[in-house]
């Protein structure tokens, strides 16, 4: 690991801390209830020990095949890992083998597979039901009207934990009105769910109005680590 990178990382990690630390201040919240989860995808092994090095203690992933081999590398280190991308119901079975939280539920065939992944690998995850706040096919996330059915799927399997909700703002949109619309549909959750208190919202764009509207948990990698390449698939 090049000096040059830890000054890197370590800076942006402490602007986004600020960030951070400013939105909970002018929400009247407390930082302690607003979990960083850092997002390496495309990014090295390297830089996910630097990260935990520098204190971040939540990791986050979105593709099966680029995530087993970090958590491998990284196997010595004391990491909550977070899968926070759109999950094919075949990769559901190696992804309740390693990883700690799901973002990303959004289908009952989801949550059989997930369940039978957990219950074989004799571990729990906890679940996020993932929220399609615009209507564009193909994205990740159920419809609103839907989010409570899936929530009670999550609630009723074994071997998951209904964690709570999550949402990515939608482009072009105003992410506090999103943001919004996402805390309405967390407290009808928690209505019938008391314990699913997480609220997983904003990245690096948009943790501000993220942490406005309640969220407990931002998702952020360009601000931490840079750019990414553009993903080819
Ligand atoms: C990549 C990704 C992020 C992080 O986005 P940045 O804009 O780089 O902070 C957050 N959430 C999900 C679901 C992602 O795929």
Same mark, same amino acid.
């Given at each position: 690991?090049?000096?040059?990178?830890?000054?890197?990382?370590?800076?942006?990690?402490? /602007?986004?801390?600020?960030?951070? /630390?400013?939105?909970?201040?002018?929400?009247?919240? &407390?930082?302690?209830?607003? @979990?960083?989860?850092?997002?390496?995808? @495309?990014?090295?092994?390297?830089?996910?020990?630097?990260?935990? *090095?520098?204190?971040?203690?939540?990791?986050?992933?979105?593709? &099966?095949? *680029?995530? !087993?081999?970090?958590?491998?590398?990284?196997?010595?280190?004391?990491?909550?890992?977070?899968?926070?991308?759109?999950?094919?119901?075949?990769?559901?079975?190696?992804? #309740?083998?390693?990883?700690?939280?799901?973002?990303?539920? +959004?289908?009952?065939?989801?949550?059989?597979?997930?369940?039978?992944?957990?219950?074989? /690998?004799?571990? *729990?995850?906890?679940?996020?039901?993932?929220?399609?706040?615009?209507?564009?096919?193909? !994205?990740?996330?159920?419809?609103?009207?839907?989010?409570?059915?899936?929530? +009670?799927?999550?609630?009723?399997?074994?071997?998951?934990?209904?964690?709570?909700?999550?949402?990515?703002?939608?482009?072009?949109?105003? %992410? /506090?009105?999103?943001?919004?619309?996402?805390?309405?549909?967390?407290?009808?959750?928690?209505?019938?769910?008391? +314990? #699913?208190?997480?609220?997983?919202?904003?990245?690096?764009? &948009?943790? *501000?109005?993220?942490?406005?509207?309640?969220?407990?948990?931002?998702?952020?990698?360009?601000?931490?680590?840079?750019?990414?390449? %553009?993903?080819?698939?």
């Amino acid at each position: 690991m090049s000096e040059d990178r830890r000054r890197e990382v370590a800076a942006n990690l402490a /602007a986004v801390r600020s960030r951070i /630390a400013a939105a909970c201040a002018a929400a009247g919240r &407390d930082p302690g209830g607003v @979990t960083l989860v850092a997002v390496t995808k @495309t990014f090295p092994a390297a830089d996910v020990r630097l990260l935990v *090095e520098l204190g971040v203690r939540d990791i986050g992933e979105n593709r &099966d095949q *680029e995530f !087993r081999p970090k958590v491998d590398a990284c196997a010595d280190l004391e990491v909550t890992w977070h899968f926070v991308g759109q999950l094919q119901r075949n990769k559901a079975r190696s992804v #309740a083998s390693y990883v700690d939280v799901v973002h990303s539920v +959004d289908r009952s065939a989801l949550v059989d597979a997930l369940s039978r992944g957990a219950v074989a /690998a004799g571990r *729990e995850l906890v679940c996020l039901v993932e929220v399609a706040l615009d209507h564009e096919p193909g !994205r990740g996330g159920v419809p609103p009207g839907e989010a409570a059915a899936v929530a +009670d799927a999550v609630a009723a399997a074994d071997g998951l934990r209904l964690g709570g909700v999550m949402a990515v703002a939608p482009l072009g949109t105003d %992410p /506090a009105v999103a943001f919004a619309q996402l805390a309405r549909i967390a407290d009808a959750v928690r209505a019938r769910h008391p +314990d #699913a208190s997480m609220i997983s919202a904003g990245m690096s764009g &948009d943790l *501000e109005a993220a942490i406005t509207h309640g969220a407990t948990h931002v998702r952020v990698g360009t601000a931490l680590l840079g750019g990414r390449p %553009p993903v080819l698939r």
